[in-house]
């Protein structure tokens, strides 16, 4: 079964420093992966996404992430970090079971704070 | 375009009454799905629709019901709401069922149980 881990429920980093949000990923097949931005009171949006091809992904709002199969991780990065930042981001997994249909199956979220 | 709209925004509702969260998207997206969101669980999959006149059992479905009458619409029903349903619901969509497709999300319902 797949499963996602993301280490840290709360990451505190000041304005203007590296924002790294850890996710490492169970599956057995080549995995498909995201990494959603929840806003206040919002839904998720996709920042970025991992399919196939280049292991360095590039996302929106600055944020990128590292496709890294022998660690089985793909952690979030941005070189600095703004005060609109501030949310919760949470990293999954994708797959289409037997039965059909997409199973994203998500990390339980890290809120990320950021101090002026 | 709006996306995905849900109603309500948030609703408090006493145990045993029976209530429908309301979604609707305009991308004409063939596959909808419902999520819950609890406080350190993330968001887990309740039910979901590959296409109109289809829907089937997500993660945890016990206690909810869905109908897909058409590509637009997607409603999810409490029968008899507990406690244990006080939640945010996400109603998300995507273009094809396919591994590598991005969800849209809506706003969410906050939903209270009382």
């Known amino acids: 079964a797949q499963s996602v881990t993301q280490l840290g429920s709360h990451v505190s980093v000041s304005e203007g420093a590296l924002v790294l949000l850890r996710c490492n990923y169970s599956s057995s097949v080549p995995p498909y992966l995201f990494w959603y931005v929840q806003y206040p009171n919002q839904g998720l949006q996709l920042l970025l996404k991992y399919t196939t091809g280049a292991t360095l992904v590039k996302g929106i709002n600055g944020f990128e992430a590292e496709f890294k199969k022998s660690e089985t991780s793909f952690h979030l990065t941005k070189p600095s970090a703004h005060m609109s930042d501030a949310a919760e981001y949470f990293c999954a997994v994708s797959d289409i079971p037997h039965t059909g249909f997409q199973k994203l199956v998500f990390g339980t979220g890290t809120r990320l704070l950021v101090s002026p | 375009t709006a996306g995905i709209t849900q109603a309500p925004t948030s609703q408090i509702l006493a145990a045993g009454r029976s209530m429908t969260l309301r979604c609707t998207q305009d991308?004409?997206?063939?596959?909808m799905y419902w999520y819950r969101q609890d406080l350190g669980l993330g968001l887990r999959l309740i039910h979901y629709s590959n296409t109109a006149g289809t829907t089937g059992k997500g993660e945890v479905p016990d206690g909810y019901s869905v109908s897909r009458a058409n590509t637009d619409d997607f409603p999810l029903t409490l029968a008899s709401a507990v406690p244990s349903q006080t939640s945010v619901y996400f109603c998300?969509?995507?273009?094809?069922?396919?591994?590598?497709?991005?969800?849209?999300f809506g706003p969410g319902t906050r939903l209270t149980v009382l």
């Open positions: 998300a969509s995507s273009d094809e069922v396919k591994a590598y497709n991005e969800q849209f």
């Open positions: 991308m004409r997206h063939n596959a």
